[in-house]
């Protein structure tokens, strides 16, 4: 029969555990997902006119109207006839939601207000950016 050191058995019995820190690290990670808000972006940024007052807002929705009256909601265009269920659809994910409607210097203003009026319709709170 060999006999081991007392240094050798001790070695061989020391193990870590790592389960415990990894269940912590995926609770951190779903606690962060299902508490973030994503911005959704208009993919366009248009050329916008001057603005008198300036005041900072920090919308969960950001909506473009271009020169050719195309409404960009999540980085592709819409007509202002599809507009409605998109806009749905995001109330329904964050129903606190704020937007900004961001209109181009050349678009139409009727453009711009008919999508102004789509939101107050689904009670979005919202501005038009000038800046």
């Given at each position: 029969m060999?006999?081991?050191?007392?240094?050798?058995?001790?070695?061989?019995?020391?193990?870590?555990?790592?389960?415990p820190?990894?269940?912590?690290?995926?609770?951190?990670?779903i606690f962060?997902?299902?508490?973030?808000?994503?911005?959704?972006t208009?993919?366009?940024?248009?050329?916008?006119?001057?603005?008198?007052?300036?005041?900072?807002?920090?919308?969960?929705?950001?909506?473009?109207?271009?020169s050719?009256?195309?409404?960009?909601?999540?980085?592709?265009?819409?007509?202002?006839s599809e507009?409605?269920?998109?806009?749905?659809s995001?109330?329904?994910?964050?129903?606190?939601?704020?937007?900004?409607?961001?209109?181009?210097?050349?678009?139409?203003a009727?453009?711009?207000?008919?999508?102004?009026?789509?939101?107050?319709?689904?009670?979005?709170?919202?501005?038009?950016s000038?800046?």
């Amino acid at each position: 029969m060999a006999r081991r050191s007392r240094t050798q058995v001790e070695q061989e019995d020391i193990e870590l555990n790592m389960t415990p820190m990894l269940d912590v690290v995926f609770i951190l990670l779903i606690f962060f997902i299902v508490t973030s808000v994503f911005v959704k972006t208009p993919g366009i940024d248009p050329t916008k006119p001057e603005a008198v007052t300036d005041e900072d807002w920090n919308p969960g929705i950001l909506i473009a109207v271009n020169s050719e009256n195309e409404v960009w909601i999540d980085k592709r265009p819409y007509d202002i006839s599809e507009v409605r269920p998109i806009l749905l659809s995001m109330r329904d994910e964050n129903p606190k939601a704020e937007a900004i409607v961001i209109g181009d210097q050349n678009a139409e203003a009727g453009t711009v207000m008919q999508v102004v009026d789509i939101m107050a319709d689904l009670k979005i709170s919202t501005r038009v950016s000038t800046q």
